[in-house]
């Protein structure tokens, strides 16, 4: 299988390039600087010169905060460059993988006792951001085409490299005996690493459709940055203060825990979000 990764610098981007390397898979790799998929004319031409199999599309507007005042440019990147993406796929009958957000559910307290073991795949989507809302918009351009297409939603990335949870404790951390982090919102981390393997499992069993793809247990952000703590060996206490305490402009769902169930059943084993943590950790020194 030839492979076309898009946003190829971003911590998920790498983690493809990595494994595709490891694994000794042809792929070629866009950069943002690239391959721009908000140019229709470029993702056309691109899938002309490297005639892909699959496109797995890590290209996203991420900043969550930013996206309040940027409405144009999360919807132009998230849902007008996926649609560039799924048009050339349709034309030139290559798969697609597409990857989503938690941030597509409300979140709220009341679809945590619907749900007590994550949000199905089926679950209605009612997101409260407009990062949420552009990637949901990205989804229905997706689920509306005819091309052969994965979605995979993933919540609290975190991988070796970029910016995430795990790197932004370690950095702050490192500097100061106590951090106050959240205790309010619930979920459970997906690493880059498993992701991008179960992403490609399910792909090598010509899977289609959404899956969820994170880690085991359910946990609150304070819980994360303890274990983080531990695992690095680092003396910092964690003051655990509620949402209130730390105010945002931008309202961030709750509940962001996503079922696994649908993995379990295609066969995939879950990884614990600690023993992931651990591996992190490991790969993050070695990578270092
Ligand atoms: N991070 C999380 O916690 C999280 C949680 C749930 C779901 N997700 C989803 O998981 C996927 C991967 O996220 P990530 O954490 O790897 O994001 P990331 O590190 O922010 O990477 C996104 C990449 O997309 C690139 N990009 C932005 N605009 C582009 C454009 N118009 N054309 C091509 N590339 C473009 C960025 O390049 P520049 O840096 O040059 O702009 C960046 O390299 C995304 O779909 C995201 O929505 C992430």
Redesign the pocket.
């Known amino acids: 299988m030839n492979y076309l990764i898009?946003?190829?610098?971003?911590?998920?981007?790498?983690?493809w390039c990595r494994y595709l390397n490891e694994i000794d898979a042809e792929f070629t790799s866009?950069?943002?600087?690239e391959?721009?998929?908000?140019?229709r004319a470029l993702v056309f031409e691109t899938a002309d010169k490297y005639r892909p199999d699959v496109i797995i599309?890590?290209?996203?507007?991420?900043?969550v905060d930013q996206a309040e005042t940027e409405l144009e440019k999360a919807f132009?990147?998230?849902r007008d460059?996926v649609k560039n993406l799924v048009e050339c796929c349709e034309e030139k009958e290559i798969k697609l993988v597409?990857?989503?957000?938690?941030?597509v559910f409300s979140g709220s307290g009341k679809d945590s006792k619907t749900y007590p073991n994550g949000y199905p795949e089926n679950a209605k989507t009612d997101p409260v951001n407009v990062?949420g809302k552009s990637?949901r918009a990205g989804e229905e351009v997706v689920e509306a085409s005819t091309i052969h297409w994965l979605l995979i939603?993933?919540?609290?990335?975190?991988?070796p490299k970029?910016?995430?949870?795990v790197n932004t404790m370690l950095r702050i951390g490192s500097g100061q005996g106590t951090v106050r982090v959240v205790e309010d919102q619930y979920g459970s981390p997906?690493y880059?690493f498993d992701v991008v393997e179960k992403t490609n499992e399910l792909l090598r069993s010509d899977k289609s459709g959404i899956f969820h793809i994170t880690s085991s247990g359910k946990i609150n952000w304070a819980d994360f940055a303890d274990e983080i703590f531990r695992q690095s060996g680092m003396d910092v206490k964690v003051e655990r203060i509620s949402s209130a305490e730390f105010p945002s402009k931008t309202v961030r769902p709750v509940f962001s825990l996503l079922s696994t169930k649908k993995i379990e059943d295609a066969g995939l084993k879950i990884l614990g979000w600690k023993e992931g943590l651990g591996e992190l950790i490991r790969k993050r020194n070695k990578r270092l």
Do not use: M, P
Request: hydrophobic share 25%; charged share 15%.
């Open positions: 898009t946003g190829a610098n971003g911590q998920l981007g790498e983690e866009r950069s943002s600087s391959l721009d998929i908000t140019d599309n890590c290209a996203a507007y991420t900043n132009l990147i998230n460059g597409h990857y989503s957000t938690d941030y990062y990637k939603r993933v919540s609290w990335l975190c991988g970029g910016s995430n949870f997906a880059t």
